[in-house]
């Protein structure tokens, strides 16, 4: 007998200094240079957009992934966006991306951009399948376990 699994109901809230601890677990499970409770404590003070995706009901609810996203005048900047690597594989990228396109539209902006690692080409080719264009990269841009950077990817989605 094969088991049935089933589907997750999400939905999305503000993250708020609360969730901070559990953001950062995930954040340090599906990074080697994560960012830190200060880079996430920060974004909430500078008023940026902050989205949890969680299933299930408070207290219990479980974190499915997050973004955090800058707007600037007429475009959004994606800083964070990160599914918890027991749900990567499932959709949940896209459906954040979704959210973010609708806020950001709602900002009236007219671009999104995002910076993406050189190295991590499962994370391009979510952001290509979603219509994203590769237009520069960033030399030297992200830290790694070494001391050489990395490079990264400028990509743009015309709203």
Not at 40 to 69: C, R
């Amino acid at each position: 007998m094969t088991a049935v699994l089933k589907p997750l109901e999400a939905q999305f809230e503000a993250m708020t200094p609360a969730w901070l601890a559990a953001v950062v677990q995930v954040e340090q499970s599906a990074y080697e240079q994560p960012w830190t409770q200060g880079n996430f404590s920060d974004s909430l003070k500078a008023g940026y957009q902050a989205q949890l995706l969680t299933a299930g009901a408070a207290p219990n609810a479980e974190l499915l992934g997050y973004f955090v996203a800058m707007k600037g005048v007429d475009e959004v900047h994606l800083l964070n966006i990160t599914v918890a690597p027991a749900h990567q594989r499932q959709g949940w990228a896209h459906v954040m991306l979704d959210a973010l396109v609708i806020w950001a539209r709602g900002q009236g902006a007219g671009w999104l951009w995002l910076e993406v690692r050189v190295g991590n080409a499962r994370a391009q080719a979510i952001y290509e399948r979603y219509g994203f264009r590769h237009v520069g990269t960033r030399r030297n841009y992200y830290p790694t376990s070494t001391s050489k950077r990395e490079d990264a990817i400028v990509m743009s989605l015309a709203l």
